[in-house]
């Protein structure tokens, strides 16, 4: 009996250990996917608007990147429901028509994304890459505000504090681009930097807006994330084909919407219907402070590969700007109750029975919002 329960433990001491490292594994391969999404689609953007000869339609690319979301998600339901088509169909008629007034919900953050993203295209346009990825890490703040306003969330010491520091941060880097303004957008023409900060600005404002909003449906309803971005898809759809029909109706008439495609323009797409839907499946496998830190690797990123790509300039201004928002960014991910514990630790600690009762307070960890594609981030 003993032998066969010291096997039994000490099989289940090796499963342990294998599933927390299995786990672990996740986690790093979490940060390395989020650290490539998040600063290869604003690259490939950059990159890709600033080549010589036809320009491709943004608000057409807007289109394209929500009908693959669209489908991709109804693949999901499908899978989900085992390849039971008509069963499917029923459940989109019941939870899409039928269901009416829980769709329309979806308009209002919908409308708010599609402007966004057409305005994501507009800013890395007219900023260089590595200004714009420090420059929209804004969407912190604006969605932290917003969720206090709107979700009447509380905000530890700390996130405050990481707030001032990121709005000054991002006021480092903006002075000093506005310092050498000629310089950054490389003589061309087509691009204007106070066109690109206004767009950036309103991206922040939006997303943050439209973050709270969406996660405020969430909270109040049952329907999974896989119906919510098809309902989000199917009006993203209708305004991102009315942008185009606004905005470019006449070009694309003559020329086509897929005028200007290439190989590279279809990889900014895939990125940008893909990774959102890719970030959402990850964040499950990430933390707050993984997330803080694929944002700020992410940074580097951008900035290290502008140096190559566009001949951006690395200054002592832009150092200290973007130290400032990779600091803030961090500390801002930290978990509340890092600081609740150290200052509880020595009263805790004359308490056994406390010690012996594990803590249920729900603003142990903050929660995280969901990435833009999941709703679309934005973003983080």
């Known amino acids: 009996m003993a032998a066969g329960s010291d096997s039994q433990a000490a099989e289940e001491k090796t499963t342990s250990r294998s599933q927390s490292e299995v786990h672990r594994r996740l986690k790093y391969i979490s940060l390395a996917v989020l650290v490539v999404q998040n600063a290869s689609l604003i690259l490939s953007i950059r990159y890709v608007r600033t080549l010589p ?14 009908v693959l979301k669209v489908v991709t998600c109804l693949f999901i339901i499908l899978l989900q429901r085992k390849f039971h088509v008509k069963d499917t169909v029923y459940f989109l008629v019941d939870s899409i028509v039928f269901q009416y007034k829980d769709t329309l919900k979806l308009a209002v953050p919908s409308l708010i994304y599609t402007l966004q993203n057409n305005l994501q ?13 420090v420059s929209y890490q804004l969407k912190i703040l604006t969605t ?15 996130q405050w504090v990481s707030l001032l520091l990121l709005f ?11 310092g050498k303004k000629e310089a950054s957008v490389s003589g061309d023409s087509h691009q204007n930097y106070s066109v690109g900060l206004v767009a950036v600005v309103i991206s922040c404002l939006s997303s943050g807006f439209a973050g709270v909003y969406f996660e405020k449906i969430l909270k109040g309803s049952s329907a999974s994330v896989w ?12 305004l991102g084909a009315l942008g185009l029909w606004w ?33 959402a499946v990850v964040v499950k496998y990430a933390d707050n402070i993984l997330k803080g830190f694929a944002t700020s690797f992410s940074i ?37 109750a890092t600081v609740a514990s150290s200052s509880s630790l020595s009263s805790s600690s004359s308490s056994a029975a406390s010690l012996s009762s594990p803590r249920t307070d729900g603003g142990a960890e903050m929660e995280a919002f969901l990435p833009k594609c999941s709703a679309k981030q934005k973003g983080s």
């Open 168 to 178: 000054a941060g991002v006021a480092v880097v903006q002075l000093q681009q506005e």
């Open 53 to 66: 000869g036809d320009r491709f339609f943004t608000t057409s690319a807007v289109v394209m990147a929500e």
């Open 144 to 158: 932290a505000l917003f969720s206090v306003m709107m979700l009447r969330k509380t905000l530890s010491r700390v």
């Open 227 to 238: 119906m919510r971005n098809v309902q989000l898809g199917i009006f993203g759809t209708a």
């Open 300 to 336: 580097i990123v951008s900035t290290v590969m502008s140096v190559y790509l566009f001949g951006f300039q690395v200054d002592l201004l832009f150092t200290v700007g973007a130290g400032l928002v990779i600091g803030a960014v961090y500390m801002y991910s930290l978990p509340k």
């Open 247 to 279: 905005n470019d109706g006449a070009a694309v008439a003559e020329r086509g919407v897929l005028f200007g495609y290439t190989g590279t323009v279809w990889c900014v797409i895939f990125n940008q219907a893909f990774g959102g839907l890719l970030v």
């Open 121 to 133: 295209y507009v800013a890395i346009s007219n900023l260089p890459a590595a200004t714009f990825q």
